[in-house]
């Protein structure tokens, strides 16, 4: 349950024209991941995200997501959530450890 409080605003529905799936933000300015295969081909995208209001969660909907790169064969896509006022935005952390080098 704890992990679900701390990540659970970071996680988000994407979807396209011709799929669905889940992704998660990395950056407090909008930038999400999620699958290729979820966006393979596809111009027109919105993100679902659910925001805690008290003891609502409210369905916050972005439409205008900018496709910030694809790898096709780890099937990744970075995306952007662009043009809102929601800055920051909720993050996973996907490390708390250095980096070796």
């Not at 409210?58 to 662009?82: M, P, T, Y």
Request: hydrophobic content about 45%; aromatic content about 8%.
């Amino acid at each position: 349950m704890e992990g679900v409080e701390a990540f659970g605003p970071a996680v988000v529905v994407v979807k396209s024209p011709a799929g669905l799936g889940s992704g998660f933000i990395v950056h407090e300015d909008g930038y999400l991941i999620t699958n290729f295969h979820v966006i393979e081909g596809q111009k027109h995208l919105r993100v679902t995200q659910f925001v805690q209001k008290g003891a609502e969660l409210k369905r916050v909907i972005h439409k205008n997501i900018r496709i910030v790169a694809l790898d096709a064969f780890h099937d990744l896509a970075v995306l952007q959530i662009e043009n809102t006022d929601q800055s920051p935005f909720p993050t996973v952390v996907l490390s708390l450890e250095e980096p070796v080098y």
